[in-house]
Each structure stands twice: as structure tokens, then as C-alpha cells.
């Protein structure tokens, strides 16, 4: 049977997760979060203070760690059994995430967790490398992307609401230091899949994206 796929690829704060959600609930597919899984590794590698260099201890906790996705009105990540949601947000993790995720083997040891979650109803998948290495014979494919201020200043918004205090600035060079990491990465690096819808957010809102999205998939 020919499971649909959609993928959207593109860099942080682009209003991925968001988009993805909201269409796998309206699609009734399955949804797959792959930079939650990363920063799930990094939560975890944390805890267990193992470096960032000791490759073979990283990959034996990548292959060993169980990861749920929930996505209802709010996105509910479960790690071993614990609701980690809150945690995936922090700053420090993401920027462990961003580091580990160019080790090659540690991104090999997630490949086959990632494509296990492709269920028969459909589904959703958003990350950085969806439509060009995970999925790349995906029937849909978009590419979600946002200027780096735009995408700071959303952040920023998202902490102060959390009652966490952000510095723009710092937030705005972290996102273009990440961008650069990410796009420059010898194994899959963030670039737009060849037959991806390119979609810029910056002027627009998460409903108008949604709606876009849908409309390639309908």
C-alpha cells in the first residue's frame, strides 16, 4: 500500500512544527517531530553526562531511547515514558541537538526510527532533511522558511510569554550561527529537496501557511 507522506524541511523557527500539527490533525495522519528526536538525544546524553565527542556512547542511548508524539492542541512529547515537552525548548538543549545532529553516525542510528513512524493512514514529518534523505520519495514536499529576525523575534515572543528571559540579539545569532551549522553540515545538510514547494512565512500567518500546505495536498 502506498502510504502519503508530507515533509517540511526547513530551518529553526520557520513555524514548522506548528504547520505540521495542525495538518496532521486535520488529516488524521501520523505525526513525526525529527528535530524533537535530536533534541530527545541531547536531553538524554545531558542526564547521563556523556560528552559530545564520545560518539559510541551517544549512538547506544539514540538506539535505545523510546520517543511518543501526541498531537492534539498542544504538542505532548513523551521520552521513555516522560512528558519532556517543556524540556525540548530550552535553549541549551537545541544547540546540543544542532551538534550532535552533524555526526554521521548518530544521524544513521536515527534514520530507521524516524521512517518507523510512516503508518498506513499517512504521515506529517517535519526536520531539516525529511524530503532529501528520510523520505525523499515523500508525494509532498515543502520547504518552510523565514528571515532569521523574524524567526528571532518569534522566539523571543515565546519566551517572554514563558515568563524566561531572552536578549534578542543573542537569540538572533544563535538562530544564524545554528542556520549556517545546519546548511553547511557534511551529512545531510538543510537544503530544499528538489521537487519542494518553497514557502517563505515571514509575512504570513500560521493559518495562511496551513492553508497553502493543504491546498498541495488536496
Excluded at 70 to 84: Q, W
Excluded at 97 to 116: F, P, Y
Excluded at 128 to 152: Q, W
Aim: aromatic share 6%; net charge neutral; hydrophobic share 40%.
Amino acid at each position: 500500500m502506498d502510504v502519503p507522506i508530507l515533509t517540511l524541511d526547513g530551518p529553526s523557527g520557520a513555524g514548522k512544527g506548528t504547520v505540521s500539527r495542525l495538518i496532521a490533525k486535520q488529516l488524521g495522519w501520523n505525526y513525526l517531530d525529527s528535530g524533537a528526536i535530536y533534541r530527545a538525544l541531547a536531553l538524554e546524553i545531558t542526564e547521563k553526562k556523556i560528552l559530545q565527542d564520545n560518539i559510541s556512547e551517544i549512538v547506544k542511548v539514540a538506539l535505545a531511547m523510546d520517543l511518543h508524539f501526541e498531537c492534539g492542541d498542544d504538542r505532548l512529547v513523551k521520552l521513555n515514558g516522560k512528558d519532556v515537552t517543556n524540556l525540548l525548548g530550552l535553549e541549551n538543549t537545541g544547540n546540543i541537538a544542532s551538534k550532535i545532529a552533524t555526526i554521521s553516525e548518530v544521524r544513521a542510528a536515527l534514520l530507521q526510527k524516524q521512517r518507523d513512524f510512516k503508518q498506513s493512514s499517512g504521515l506529517v514529518a517535519d526536520g531539516r532533511d525529511m524530503g532529501t534523505i528520510v523520505f525523499p520519495d515523500a508525494k509532498y514536499k515543502v520547504f518552510l522558511t523565514a528571515s532569521a529576525l523574524t524567526r528571532a523575534e518569534r522566539r523571543y515572543k515565546q519566551l517572554k510569554q514563558k515568563g524566561i528571559d531572552a536578549n534578542l540579539l543573542k537569540i538572533t545569532a544563535d538562530i544564524q550561527e545554528r542556520d549556517q551549522r545546519d546548511s553547511e553540515r557534511q551529512f545531510a545538510p538543510l537544503v530544499p529537496a528538489v521537487d519542494a514547494v518553497y514557502i517563505d512565512s515571514s509575512t504570513m500567518s500560521i493559518q495562511s501557511v496551513v492553508a497553502e500546505v493543504l491546498s498541495l495536498v488536496h
